[in-house]
T-cell receptor, first 111, second 112 residues
């Protein structure tokens, strides 16, 4: 079946460090891929998305490229800030009825 | 302001006492869904609704009911809550069933 696998957290970084959060997926056909972010005490919100192979989604300095050959959608940011501390969820969609989420990766950024 | 509103945000209850978590959206979205979030398991879909009067089971529907009598509202009903339903619940909506979901702030439920 369709599934998403994310790296275990927490990921702990100093401010201005480079961030990578790995995400791989299993799906038939060509899913759409998403990253959602959940700040403390809040619901999830869409961070970026890509709908076809080789697409790059980007927002707020974060980027992720849809890699069909490696079935991956890794999240990257060149210089993290304390305010980026949150839980990040990778997700895929293959149908109109739901998103399938990974287990989430907590990011902690220290000054 | 476009939003999904859930109530209550926090609730402690006892086994077997029926409860309802309300969800309302003001974006005229067709699609609404309920998820539960548990440590190590991520978000799992409970029920979803493609439109008014149309609902269907997600991955973990046991012990839950929903209804969609109006486009804006999608309440989650726990007829006889049990401790394994202790969780953080999220309601979400979108124009379609995929793509950008708009989430509520969550309802933390504890069943003793």
């Amino acid at each position: 079946g369709n599934s998403v696998t994310q790296m275990e957290g927490p990921v702990t970084l100093s401010e201005e460090a480079f961030l990578t959060i790995n995400c791989t997926y299993t799906a038939t056909g060509y899913p759409s891929l998403f990253w959602y972010v959940q700040y403390p005490g809040e619901g999830l919100q869409l961070l970026l998305k890509a709908t076809k192979a080789d697409d790059k989604g980007s927002n707020k300095g974060f980027e992720a490229t849809y890699r069909k050959e490696t079935t991956s959608f890794h999240l990257e940011k060149g210089s993290v800030q304390v305010s980026d501390s949150a839980v990040y969820f990778c997700a895929l969609s293959r149908s109109t009825d739901k998103l399938i989420f990974g287990t989430g990766t907590r990011l902690q950024v220290f000054p | 302001e476009a939003q999904v509103t859930q109530n209550p945000r926090y609730l402690i209850t006892v086994t077997g006492k029926k409860l309802t978590v309300t969800c309302s959206q003001n974006m005229n979205h067709e699609y609404m869904s309920w998820y539960r979030q548990d440590p190590g398991l991520g978000l799992r879909q409970i029920y979803y609704s493609m439109n008014v009067e149309v609902t269907d089971k997600g991955d973990v529907p046991e012990g839950y009911k929903v209804s969609r009598k109006e486009k804006r509202n999608f309440p989650l009903i726990l007829e006889s809550p049990s401790p394994n339903q202790t969780s953080l619940y999220f309601c979400a909506s979108s124009f379609q069933g995929y793509g950008e979901l708009f989430f509520g702030e969550g309802s933390r439920l504890t069943v003793l």
